[in-house]
């Protein structure tokens, strides 16, 4: 459980009482209770490539398998994760405010998932789960495809492996063995030399059957990862020439013009913004911390919800007079302070 400095939670909670417009910006640290990794500190090591550098569209040009790879291996982690306590806490501020907004740097699917209402969240970097058309004279896109892999050849390879029995299953086979030893003993006995081997056979077989099978991790780069041809990567189904790629925001690409557009006339609705969150981002990716100084502007306080005490938007100067700092799993903070 977080440790909130009780005079902090105080001060916030009554605030928050009494703010009718709030931000919360979110980026990676938000899902990673829910096991996903983040992109920039320990996690962000995919194989042995920096997870930043295949969010580029040069990546995909150059190896666009290897990029594929990449994020079908998100998805199909995003889809067996579940959200946590903060995307659900967001959800509930956000059902309880009809002025509250979340600008979402996550493509995982889970503060959807956590039934956050859309009208109030934009998702600044697209979506694991939208595919658009990579040829230039073709305009076709697809939202919320959750088919997992999205073609064959990006399945996750399986790890077949011998189970070797543990410690406890060996004590614990050794003891029963001693049981009923005599038992046996009694038994074989009686019965002919074929039925005994027969039945040792039989017994054979059915421990050769038991084989554990379960994904291998492709983002540990020891393990084997096939390199795929262009032609068994997803095609588009309106042009049947060009190639699908991500639904995804890579650097140096514009954010969707209407995602920015609904969070400008959010921002000039009213000249005031009360209160910005700043939740698990390390607010290094722009025009997305801009969004902070620009809620700044406009009178917000800033409460900072992150586990690095560093992680300041708007780097070492970043905080200012009034601001909060909550240092912290978000899935413990967010319900607490939110309450
Ligand atoms: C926890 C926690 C727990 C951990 N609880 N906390 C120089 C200056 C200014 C700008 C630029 C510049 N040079 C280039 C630019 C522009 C560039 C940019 O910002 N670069 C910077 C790196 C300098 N921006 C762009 O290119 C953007 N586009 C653009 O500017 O377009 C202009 C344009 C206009 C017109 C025509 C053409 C162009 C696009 C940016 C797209 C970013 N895309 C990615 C990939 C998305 C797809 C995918 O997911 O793969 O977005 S990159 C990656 O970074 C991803 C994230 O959304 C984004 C932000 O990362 P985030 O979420 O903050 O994660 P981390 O890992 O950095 O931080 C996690 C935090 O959580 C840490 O603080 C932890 O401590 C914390 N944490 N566990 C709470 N349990």
């Not at 934009?122 to 495809?145: I, P």
């Amino acid at each position: 459980q977080a440790a909130i400095p009780a005079a902090d939670l105080q001060s916030f909670s009554e605030y928050l009482k009494g703010s009718t417009r709030i931000l919360a910006l979110v980026g990676a640290g938000l899902s990673a209770a829910s096991g996903l990794p983040t992109f920039r500190g320990a996690g962000g090591l995919w194989r042995s490539y920096d997870a930043t550098a295949l969010a580029t569209p040069e990546a995909f040009e150059q190896n666009p398998g290897l990029v594929w790879q990449f994020y079908s291996y998100r998805r199909h982690m995003a889809l067996k994760a579940r959200p946590n306590r903060a995307h659900y806490a967001l959800a509930e501020l956000a059902r309880r405010n009809k002025n509250f907004v979340t600008l979402s740097q996550n493509v995982d699917g889970l503060s959807q998932r956590a039934n956050h209402p859309d009208e109030q969240l934009h998702l600044l970097h697209g979506s694991l789960f939208d595919v658009k058309c990579t040829a230039f004279y073709c305009d076709y896109v697809r939202g919320n495809d959750f088919t997992d892999p999205i073609v064959p050849a990006l399945a996750i390879p399986s790890n077949k492996r011998e189970p070797v029995p543990s410690a406890t299953d060996k004590t614990g086979r050794e003891a029963t063995q001693s049981l009923f030893s005599a038992l046996e003993q009694k038994s074989a006995e009686s019965k002919s030399k074929e039925q005994q081997q027969q039945e040792e056979e039989e017994e054979e077989e059915e421990e050769e059957e038991v084989v554990v099978e379960e994904e291998a991790d492709i983002s540990d780069a020891s393990v084997f990862m096939p390199e795929l041809n262009p032609q068994d990567l997803p095609k588009c189904p309106q042009c049947k020439d060009g190639m699908l790629r991500p639904g995804v925001v890579w650097f140096g690409e514009p954010l969707p013009s209407h995602t920015m557009d609904a969070v400008d006339e959010w921002l000039d609705k009213a000249p005031k913004v009360d209160l910005v969150l700043v939740i698990g981002t390390s607010a290094q990716v722009w025009p997305a911390a801009g969004y902070v100084d620009i809620a700044r502007s406009k009178g917000g306080r800033v409460a900072v919800i992150n586990m690095d005490r560093k992680d300041v938007p708007g780097g070492s100067n970043g905080m200012k007079r009034g601001d909060w700092f909550f240092v912290g799993d978000a899935s413990d903070i967010l319900p607490e302070i939110l309450k």
